[in-house]
């Protein structure tokens, strides 16, 4: 059984473009995130849910925007795709009060033309 | 605010000890995380620190200092397929919530 699971795993799409990467854990964890790892292999986050409110948000610009219909799912939307969004993203979901590690979805690998 | 150091790039060859450093500052710390990745593949969970200390698991060990915000990764016995990403993380507790704030990560090349 799949933990962490984010779709599409590839995504090529012209600039202008709007996109949407869907996440899903089957964890019962409570607080899932969005992040940006780039060329240079940097992991940055973008975005912290925790029973469905947005409780972290760095500077990331207002084209992106997270959804979280329930607990178990947190979808990222991209408005107006510029090339420099060109990345891989990832989803991962937590128990923020635990000790224990956060998990990992495969990743989504979006490239912008 | 954040703040995690760790060396860009590391080599060591077959069946070596290898000693990965990380440094971090932060203001709201309730644990310290490594991740593995190799490339095109997700972070996979190494080992996790909270209290100060040496915690081991086969070949793997991490060390935590809080007073001198101070981890290291020790891998023991080095295999070509440690060949990867190490990445410090820290999970940080703020008023807002839980963070796990992530190193720019030390890429390790073992060669025979």
């Known amino acids: 059984d799949t933990a962490v699971s984010q779709t599409p795993k590839y995504l090529v799409t012209q600039m202008g473009n709007d996109k949407s990467i869907k996440c899903e854990q089957n964890?019962?964890?409570?607080?899932m995130y969005w992040y940006k790892q780039d060329s240079k292999k940097f992991l940055k986050i973008m975005f912290s849910y925790n029973n469905k409110e947005l409780i972290i948000n760095e500077t990331v610009p207002n084209r992106f925007s997270p959804k979280s219909p329930d607990k178990a799912h947190l979808n990222l939307h991209i408005n107006s795709l510029e090339l420099g969004d060109s990345a891989v993203y990832f989803c991962?979901?937590?128990?923020?009060?635990?000790?224990?590690?956060?998990?990992f979805g495969q990743g989504t690998r979006l490239t912008v033309v | 605010g954040q703040n995690i150091d760790q060396p860009t790039e590391m080599t060591a060859t077959e069946g070596a000890i290898v000693q990965i450093n990380c440094t971090y500052q932060t203001s709201g710390f309730n644990g310290l995380f490594w991740y593995q990745q190799h490339a095109g593949e997700a972070p996979t969970f190494l080992s996790y620190n909270v209290l100060d200390g040496l915690e081991e698991k086969g070949r793997f060990s991490s060390f935590l200092s809080r007073s001198k915000g101070y981890s290291y990764l020790l891998l023991k016995e080095l295999q070509m397929k440690d060949s990867a990403s190490y990445l410090c993380a820290v999970r940080d507790r703020s008023q807002a919530g839980t963070a796990l704030i992530f190193g720019k990560g030390t890429t390790l090349s073992v060669s025979s």
């Open positions: 964890l019962g964890h409570d607080t």
């Open positions: 991962a979901s937590s128990q923020e009060d635990s000790n224990t590690e956060a998990f």
